[in-house]
C-alpha cells in the first residue's frame, strides 16, 4: 500500500478520527464541569483519567454501533499516532505540576500538549484539518496560559471542548460523506 492507500483506509475505518475527537470534546466537557464544581484539581484528573477512555470509547463506538471494519494490521497511521503520545503525556505530567504552584495555568498547559498532539493526526489521516484543530487548541491554550481568557465567560476546558466537538463533527460528516 502507498500512503495515500494507508491514510484513506485510516479515515474510513475510524470515520477521519472524527469521533475520536467528539469523544475527547465530551470529556474535556466533562472535565469543565468537574473543575467547576469541584476544583482545577478534580477537573484536571477527570480530564487525565478521561482521556485514557477515549481511545477505546470511540473504538467501541466506530466498531460495535457504526460496525466500521478496523485498518489493516500493517497501516503505520495508529503508530504517527501513538509515537507523539510521550511528548502529549510530558505535556499533562507538566500540567500536574502546576496544580499546587499556580492552578490556572493547568487546562492551558493541558491545551497546548493534546493541541501539540493532533499535528500528528494529519500525517497518520492525511488530512490538512488537524493542523487546524491543533493550532486552535494550541492558540486557546496560549491565550488561557497569559491570562487573556480570564475574564471570558467561558473556561480553557469549556473553549477545548467546543472546539474539538465542532471539528469532530466536521471530519466526521466529510468521512461520511466520503465514504459514499
Do not use: C
Amino acid at each position: 500500500m502507498t500512503l495515500s492507500e494507508y491514510q484513506k483506509e485510516l479515515r474510513n475505518s475510524y470515520y477521519g478520527g472524527g469521533i475520536g475527537a467528539i469523544v475527547s470534546g465530551l470529556v474535556w466537557a466533562t472535565a469543565a464541569y468537574v473543575a467547576e464544581k469541584s476544583g482545577i484539581k478534580t477537573g484536571f484528573i477527570t480530564l487525565f483519567f478521561g482521556g485514557m477512555l477515549i481511545f477505546p470509547v470511540s473504538l467501541v463506538i466506530v466498531s460495535s454501533v457504526l460496525r466500521q471494519p478496523g485498518p489493516s494490521k500493517g497501516n503505520p497511521g495508529g503508530r504517527m499516532v501513538v509515537e507523539t503520545l510521550p511528548g502529549m503525556l510530558l505535556g499533562l505530567f507538566l500540567a500536574f505540576l502546576f496544580l499546587e504552584i499556580n492552578p490556572q495555568m493547568v487546562f492551558p498547559i493541558a491545551a497546548l500538549a493534546v493541541g501539540a498532539h493532533y499535528f500528528s493526526f494529519r500525517s497518520a489521516y492525511g488530512d490538512f484539518t488537524y493542523w487546524v484543530l491543533g493550532g486552535a487548541m494550541m492558540a486557546i491554550g496560549y491565550v488561557g496560559l497569559i491570562g487573556m481568557l480570564a475574564d471570558f465567560p467561558l473556561s480553557v476546558a469549556a473553549l477545548i471542548a467546543i472546539t474539538e466537538i465542532v471539528f469532530g463533527l466536521l471530519i466526521t460528516a466529510r468521512s461520511l460523506a466520503e465514504q459514499k
